[in-house]
């Protein structure tokens, strides 16, 4: 072998990639729009479940209904990704406290709905925010930018002008101070779901999260049908329609709403989560036909403009990291 040969024998060989590079996605982009639909998944069921009482159904039935189509829906889905489904027994406990959280979430709140109007209801139930940011810089020590501090102050009024509190006094709307309580008190058990959901269900996926904790809330509310009786099994078919739909976007909004909360931290998520309320609105001018104006609008573009805030990098850790 020549001198030449033996060099060129020597050098290594460099394969060149087959195709276009795959596009990376940023994290806390997708953890901020994972976050924007969930909230919008569930401000939408908002105006689903008002429909569904116009309809004679109870909050018992609608409830239980939730949870138990939420659950099918979701190992539905974990039977097609399959999933590793395998967590350590202190993970387990962990999901099936948030499974517990979540029946005060949303008996509360579904309560006050049966009480309150739409955009009230939305907005009392969703200063959650607030909560989670005040709690997550007291406890877990996270340090807040002044671009998330805006963010919160954009989302806060957001949610206030989207419900035009005017056209509410105008409109003649008998406050429910009970509803109130109850909307507040959800708002209240979230903001710990969520805080919880950051710490116990890190480095889990959101569909194991899901597929876990969800059984729990709806096996509380079968038992509470078991011992109220009052599951109704005479509903209209719109009835059913309602409940079962209200059910899948449950299961769904809580599988991405947690994957978003593993991505972007509890105060982001909390905030970018406000779309519920402009959502709830918006649906109640299209579909329940409650009136539309300049201040809702506001309202919405300032939440819109919370989230751009958000999807910014931060230059300060937070408990997603």
Same mark, same amino acid.
């Given at each position: 072998?020549? +001198?030449?040969?033996?060099?060129?024998?020597?050098?290594?060989?460099?394969?060149?990639?087959?195709?276009?590079?795959?596009?990376? #996605?940023?994290?806390?982009?997708?953890?901020?729009?994972?976050?924007?639909?969930?909230?919008?998944?569930?401000?939408?069921?908002?105006?689903?479940?008002?429909?569904?009482?116009?309809?004679?159904?109870n909050v018992t039935t609608l409830l239980t209904m939730r949870f138990v189509m939420g659950g099918i829906a979701i190992w539905l889905i974990v039977a097609v990704v399959k999933p590793?489904?395998?967590?350590?027994?202190?993970?387990?406990?962990?999901?099936?406290?948030?499974?517990?959280?979540?029946?005060?979430?949303?008996?509360?709140?579904?309560?006050?709905?049966?009480?309150?109007?739409?955009?009230?209801?939305?907005?009392?139930?969703?200063?959650?925010?607030?909560?989670?940011?005040?709690?997550?810089?007291?406890?877990?020590?996270?340090?807040?930018d002044r671009g998330r501090i805006l963010a919160l102050g954009l989302a806060v009024l957001g949610c206030g002008l989207t419900v035009d509190p005017l056209a509410v006094v105008a409109?003649?709307?008998?406050?429910?101070?009970?509803?109130?309580?109850?909307?507040?008190?959800?708002?209240?058990?979230?903001?710990?779901?969520?805080?919880?959901?950051?710490?116990?269900?890190?480095?889990? +996926?959101?569909?194991?999260?899901?597929?876990?904790?969800?059984?729990?809330?709806?096996?509380?509310? #079968?038992?509470?049908?078991?011992?109220?009786?009052?599951?109704?099994?005479?509903?209209?078919?719109?009835?059913?329609?309602?409940?079962?739909?209200?059910?899948?976007?449950?299961?769904?909004?809580?599988?991405?709403? +947690?994957?978003?909360? +593993?991505?972007?931290?509890?105060?982001?998520?909390?905030?970018?989560?406000?779309?519920?309320?402009?959502?709830?609105?918006?649906?109640?001018?299209?579909?329940?036909?409650?009136?539309?104006?300049?201040?809702?609008?506001?309202?919405?573009?300032?939440?819109?403009?919370?989230?751009?805030?958000l999807s910014r990098p931060s230059p300060s850790p937070t408990l997603a990291d």
């Open positions: 072998m020549s +001198q030449v040969e033996e060099v060129s024998s020597r050098r290594p060989v460099i394969l060149e990639p087959v195709g276009p590079a795959r596009p990376r #996605i940023n994290r806390g982009w997708l953890g901020i729009i994972l976050c924007a639909l969930a909230g919008a998944s569930y401000g939408g069921q908002a105006i689903v479940a008002k429909l569904a009482y116009a309809e004679g159904v590793d489904l395998r967590l350590a027994p202190r993970k387990m406990a962990g999901l099936g406290v948030l499974g517990l959280l979540f029946i005060s979430n949303a008996g509360l709140y579904y309560l006050s709905l049966n009480m309150l109007g739409a955009g009230t209801g939305a907005l009392l139930g969703n200063t959650f925010p607030i909560w989670v940011v005040l709690w997550s810089v007291l406890f877990f020590k996270e340090k807040m409109s003649g709307e008998k406050f429910s101070w009970l509803g109130g309580v109850l909307a507040i008190s959800s708002s209240f058990s979230n903001a710990i779901y969520i805080i919880l959901s950051n710490k116990f269900g890190k480095g889990i +996926q959101g569909l194991v999260i899901a597929a876990w904790s969800i059984p729990v809330t709806a096996t509380a509310y #079968i038992l509470w049908c078991v011992v109220s009786g009052q599951f109704q099994w005479d509903m209209t078919p719109l009835g059913w329609l309602f409940c079962i739909g209200i059910g899948v976007a449950t299961g769904l909004a809580i599988g991405i709403y +947690q994957a978003g909360i +593993q991505m972007v931290g509890s105060s982001r998520a909390a905030i970018t989560a406000t779309t519920e309320p402009a959502t709830a609105v918006l649906l109640a001018i299209l579909l329940l036909n409650e009136p539309a104006s300049l201040i809702k609008l506001t309202g919405g573009a300032c939440i819109l403009a919370a989230i751009v805030l």
